[in-house]
């Protein structure tokens, strides 16, 4: 009877641990949709829902950046690929201070990391072996940034606060300066 008391208890608890670690991931893959949610019931206007929900995207785009850029500064063989990895986990990381700064000055909630899209695409370029990896994640990083740019430049165009414009044309400057760089890598891995 004991030992049918203990497999029932250890039975409950995997139940229960299963279900916990679930909902922990689901929540996890949902943080940028609960954060523009959360947005579109604390802001009054559509014009300033539509910023938040910019800020929070470019919050969770940053992370995004961040995770791929690591991955290539340890994953890359080549110094190059290296380098320029490096070089935008730390531009990155500044910019995403600056907009998580933004963010808690105006009320904006927004996720705490990359969402589930870019989690995948780790995971997928991770397996990747040289030359194939530097190739691919070159790919992937300047297609973002490419992304990235237009819907900045729409933005701050479209914005009227001034201090999320003043962020974003700064941003800019670094997300071209990053692409150009990238483009030049790219041509030179090839």
């Known amino acids: 009877m004991t030992c049918m008391k203990r497999a029932q208890r250890i039975f409950i608890a995997v139940v229960l641990f299963s279900i916990v670690s679930a909902c922990s991931r689901e929540n996890d893959r949902d943080d940028n949709v609960a954060a523009e949610e959360k947005n579109e019931q604390k802001?009054?206007?559509r014009a300033e829902e539509k910023e938040a929900n910019f800020v929070a995207g470019a919050i969770e785009e940053k992370y995004a950046d961040i995770k791929l850029a690591e991955l290539a500064s340890t994953k890359?063989?080549?110094k190059e690929v290296q380098e320029v990895a490096q070089q935008l986990v730390k531009d990155?990381?500044?910019s995403l201070a600056v907009l998580q700064n933004l963010a808690n000055k105006k009320g904006i909630v927004f996720p705490a990391?990359?969402?589930?899209?870019?989690?995948e695409k780790?995971?997928?370029l991770s397996k990747q072996e040289d030359p194939d990896?530097?190739?691919k994640w070159c790919d992937e990083?300047?297609?973002k940034h490419k992304k990235t740019i237009r819907e900045f430049e729409l933005m701050r165009d479209k914005s009227t606060d001034p201090e999320l414009k003043e962020i974003i044309t700064h941003d800019l400057q670094g997300l071209r300066a990053h692409l150009d760089r990238l483009d030049s890598l790219e041509e030179n891995i090839m």
Do not use: A, P
Not at 113 to 119: A, D, F, I, L
């Open 43 to 45: 802001f009054d206007t």
């Open 76 to 78: 890359s063989s080549n």
């Open 92 to 94: 990155q990381s500044e």
């Open 113 to 119: 990391e990359e969402g589930e899209q870019t989690s």
């Open 122 to 124: 780790v995971n997928e």
């Open 133 to 135: 990896f530097d190739k």
């Open 141 to 143: 990083i300047i297609g």
